[in-house]
């Protein structure tokens, strides 16, 4: 069965600095999504991709954030200089499309970033 | 605004017996609303989903849940709790506008006692 993967699973930075968080997506996916849950609160929403650009963004993803899809499989997610309050589990989810049936989301399992 | 309220933070069967997970919804139009569980060190997998066909939504594993209009509620239900049910489950609903995100519960941790 097809799956959504993520690398790396694990990633400690120092404050300041830049991590690229990779994802995979399902191979015939068209929207792409990143979520990210702080340890012991709920999983929220970040961004979502289509056609190459951000369809809605949440009020977290602000300027330190961006998301690009360098080629055909690879979907990344960037923070340029790194906070503390980073410091999460990264989810990346795909989905066929929107709305029924079609925009039921696969999520991967998760990159932990630990922001010190 | 969507949003869904989860009533437990941790619940705990002994196997074989039922498992109950609540789930309150807020919501201004007719939701789509899930259910994903979380093994630990894997991904968020889609249990079932309530899109307005029929109330009653069965999943994989032998879930199910009901969906009730009157009540705000899609309440998770098993009549048997096996071991590897023991995870994280995340009630979810479906954002209104057209970029398809999500948004989750607190989630409940269920514990299954052998």
């Known amino acids: 069965e097809p799956e959504v993967t993520q690398t790396p699973s694990h990633q400690v930075t120092q404050m300041g600095q830049e991590v690229i968080l990779r994802c995979v997506p399902i191979?015939?996916?068209?929207?792409f999504y990143w979520y990210r849950q702080i340890l012991g609160q709920k999983v929220e929403f970040l961004v979502s991709?289509?056609?190459?650009?951000?369809?809605?963004k949440s009020e977290i993803f602000d300027d330190q954030f961006s998301v690009e899809r360098p080629d055909g499989s690879n979907f990344t997610l960037k923070i340029r200089s790194t906070k503390l309050e980073d410091s999460a589990m990264y989810f990346c989810?795909?989905?066929?499309?929107?709305?029924?049936?079609?925009?039921?989301?696969?999520f991967g399992p998760g990159t932990r970033l630990l922001v010190l | 605004a969507q949003s869904v309220t989860q009533l437990d933070s941790h619940v705990s069967v002994s196997e074989g017996t039922p498992v109950l997970l609540r789930c309150n919804y807020s919501s201004s139009y007719s939701p789509s609303l899930f259910w994903y569980v979380q093994h630990p060190n894997k991904g968020l997998q889609l249990l079932l989903k309530y899109t307005s066909a029929a109330t009653l939504v069965k999943g994989i594993n032998g879930f199910e849940a009901e969906f009730k209009k009157s009540e705000t509620s899609f309440h998770l239900t098993k009549p048997s709790a096996h071991m590897s049910d023991a995870a994280e489950y995340f009630c979810v609903v479906r954002g209104l506008t057209g970029a398809n995100n999500l948004f989750f519960g607190t989630g409940t941790r269920l514990t299954v006692i052998p």
């Open positions: 191979s015939n996916h068209l929207y």
């Open positions: 991709f289509y056609n190459n650009e951000i369809s809605e």
């Open positions: 989810a795909s989905s066929e499309g929107r709305g029924l049936g079609l925009g039921d989301q696969y």
